[in-house]
């Protein structure tokens, strides 16, 4: 089925980031809330198409670690991207003071398989690893979202990256563009440090100040109550040598992985409490 405007019902505002906002909608047809995500552009219709185009190849295949794509239109020069609507939110909004390390190797876990899907599968490097993008719901479940899908909408946003808080990989900032599969591996390493130790980990007075320590300084590491194995984990992730770092296919390997592999960590019970300790906080 294709999603038009008309058969959304706008329920309320989920968020806003550098480039539009995101609403929570009902779609009539089908009886499903979504997540809409609004995204202004100045565009010409045959570029407009062309997002259009590109993105349908998510209709291809899905997988459980990616948040589903349900649809995309362009009203005027905005692109209004569909997807699975993920009622806890974003990570970010739910770490608190950090997560137990049970919890960080079950979305470690998730984060991995939905980049190994994406390279895999679809052939796509994420290059947006981040907190605020991965989201989860009440289930447990932990999904990504906002990879760099269409290489159209990419170049049009200019992603120029001018948050404050800095997710790149050093060879990214040492020479622009420089992009490959184990940048995003980087940026992984970096968001499980921030969930752990609920803080974004760099230190900074100001933007050019926070890219030179990413550059020069050691990385960053997880608490000293985490185990051995989650401290190698994070340090093979933000080896500075991007050549260096591993695989997915070798992290999924890795000895925190398998450490809780067989292990029932209740997903629900954290993402439901995280939840309302967010909501509680909020008042
Ligand atoms: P940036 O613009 O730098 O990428 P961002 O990821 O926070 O930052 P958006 O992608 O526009 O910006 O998302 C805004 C917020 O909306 C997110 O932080 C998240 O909390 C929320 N959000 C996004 N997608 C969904 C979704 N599918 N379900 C629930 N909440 C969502
Ligand atoms: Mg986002």
Redesign the pocket.
């Known amino acids: 089925f294709t999603i038009k405007m008309d058969d959304l019902k706008l329920l309320e505002e989920?968020?806003?980031?550098?480039?539009?906002?995101?609403q929570?909608v009902y779609h009539r047809v089908t009886n499903v809330v979504m997540?809409m995500?609004e995204i202004r552009l100045e565009l010409d219709e045959t570029k407009l198409h062309q997002i259009l185009m590109e993105l349908d190849i998510l209709h291809k295949s899905t997988s459980d670690y990616i948040?589903e794509f349900y649809g995309a239109f362009f009203i005027e020069s905005c692109v209004y991207y569909c997807?699975?609507?993920?009622?806890v939110?974003?990570l970010?909004?739910v770490y608190g003071s950090g997560v137990p390390e049970d919890v960080l190797a079950k979305i470690t876990t998730s984060m991995v398989k939905g980049l190994k899907f994406l390279k895999d599968e679809l052939s796509i490097i994420h290059r947006?690893v981040?907190p605020?993008?991965v989201?989860v719901n009440s289930k447990g479940q932990v999904k990504l979202?906002?990879f760099g899908v269409s290489g159209q909408l990419d170049r049009s946003l200019a992603k120029t990256n001018i948050?404050c808080q800095s997710y790149m990989a050093p060879e990214r900032i040492r020479a622009a563009n420089t992009y490959t599969v184990s940048s995003d591996v980087w940026s992984l390493g970096l968001s499980l440090v921030e969930m752990a130790g609920g803080k974004y980990p760099y230190k900074y007075d100001n933007m050019f100040a926070q890219l030179k320590a990413i550059v020069d300084e050691e990385p960053p590491t997880l608490p000293d109550h985490f185990s051995e194995e989650s401290r190698d984990f994070i340090a093979a992730c933000l080896h500075k040598d991007a050549e260096k770092r591993p695989t997915y296919a070798q992290l999924l390997e890795h000895p925190f992985i398998q450490k809780y592999k067989d292990v029932d960590v209740d997903m629900a019970k954290w993402a439901n409490e995280a939840h309302a300790a967010r909501l509680a906080a909020k008042q």
């Open positions: 989920l968020g806003k980031g550098q480039y539009g906002t995101v929570k997540a995500k948040v997807m699975e609507y993920m009622d939110g974003s970010d909004k947006d981040k605020t993008n989201l979202c906002d948050g």
